[in-house]
């Protein structure tokens, strides 16, 4: 079950990461402009949420040095994530696009 988890999770975390990141690159590489791309959003919460439980409840216990190097990077690329609404959110805020 833990292992299904971290790969169900893990699959949502390197979806947003390329919805994010990649996608817009690649757009760019093949001749498209700026002006006519549209961003799409992937699944907000959930592949960090997967990873998490799963690391916590069924693999954290085996104490595995690769699970969890694994499941943090899987956590930190995934941009659907607690930590990057918090860093896009103070990067706002910091720039005083703030109401």
């Known amino acids: 079950m833990g292992w299904a988890l971290l790969a169900a999770g893990g699959c949502i975390c390197a979806l947003n990461f390329y919805?994010?990141?990649l996608r817009y690159l690649l757009f760019l590489a093949r001749g498209g402009s700026r002006e006519d791309y549209r961003f799409?959003?992937?699944f907000p919460l959930v592949?960090?949420?997967f990873v998490v439980i799963a690391w916590a409840v069924w693999?954290?216990?085996r104490h595995s040095l690769v699970?969890?190097?694994v499941a943090a990077v899987l956590v930190?690329?995934?941009t659907g994530g607690v930590h990057w609404?918090?860093?896009a959110t103070l990067r706002e805020w910091a720039r005083g696009r703030h109401p």
């Open 59 to 61: 693999l954290r216990p």
């Open 76 to 78: 930190l690329i995934d």
């Open 67 to 69: 699970v969890d190097c």
């Open 85 to 87: 609404f918090a860093w």
């Open 47 to 49: 592949g960090s949420l």
């Open 19 to 21: 919805l994010s990141f």
């Open 40 to 42: 799409v959003s992937g």
